[in-house]
């Protein structure tokens, strides 16, 4: 299995991708400018998987893995586009009223905060309209949790976010990649690919992760904020 997805980015061209256009964004062929039509009458959400672009496959970007399920899940596998004022691939699709931006950074881990908050800022997004797709090392290959705002624990990219978009407000699924038991090997551990043990559980993840955050997503679109573990 490819943790990337396997999922392409549709490069410049004389047509947008169906996603953008059924979601409302025209892009140049140059992917350097779009514009955004009139914001949809449903509600709009940013879902940003954190990770490394070009090392698919490692723990470390298990959140763009997510994103690439999430984005077959809804259609739109093939409309990944790259914009360059926000340094990060992006595919639209409608998920009921609602619209999802989702986002893949091209920024380093350290720096993914930097796409992420000029996606938000592009589409008129505050940090609570945000999630954050990312590995968690504090929790065992397998087990997720969706939690709301709070502090980055240590994870880089999330720092990043909070730092970017000035706030710790953002919900984020954690996706949890174990800890090596030795805490020096952690770099190397986070850096590295999964063991082939590792990607037979892969799959029942990626599809757990798009459910859980699929059925978040609608809760919050229909009413007030839903309730989410800890």
């Known amino acids: 299995m490819t943790l990337g997805g396997g999922v392409r980015a549709v490069n410049g061209g004389s047509m947008s991708p169906p996603g953008l256009l059924r979601a409302g964004l025209w892009r ?3 992917m350097s400018r779009c514009v955004l039509e009139p914001r949809p ?12 672009p070009g090392l698919p496959g490692t723990r ?20 990944w586009a790259r914009d360059r004022r926000c340094a990060a691939d ?29 996606a ?27 939690k709301l705002g709070g502090s980055a624990r240590g994870h880089n990219g999330v720092r990043s976010c909070i730092s970017c978009l000035n706030s710790s407000a953002m919900p984020r699924l954690r996706v ?16 590295g690919c999964f063991s082939p043990s590792e990607q037979e559980l892969l799959p029942l993840l990626l599809d757990q992760a798009t459910d859980l955050l699929l059925d978040h997503i609608r809760e919050r679109s229909q ?4 309730g989410v573990s800890p």
């Open 28 to 30: 140049s062929p140059a």
């Open 176 to 191: 949890g990649i174990g800890r090596p038991t030795n805490p020096e090997a952690v770099q190397a551990y986070v850096l």
């Open 223 to 226: 009413g007030p904020s839903a």
């Open 90 to 118: 992006l595919a639209l699709a409608p998920l009921g009223d609602a619209q999802l931006v989702l986002l893949r950074p091209r920024r380093l881990m350290n720096a993914n905060g930097r796409s992420v908050a000029r």
């Open 41 to 52: 009458p449903g509600k709009r959400w940013l879902v940003a998987g954190l990770g490394n």
């Open 120 to 146: 938000a800022e592009m589409f008129g997004l505050t940090a609570e309209e945000v999630y954050l797709v990312h590995d968690e090392l504090d929790k065992p290959l397998g087990k997720l949790a969706l």
């Open 60 to 79: 470390h970007s298990v959140g763009m893995a997510v994103l690439g399920q999430l984005a077959r899940r809804l259609g739109v596998a093939e409309s």
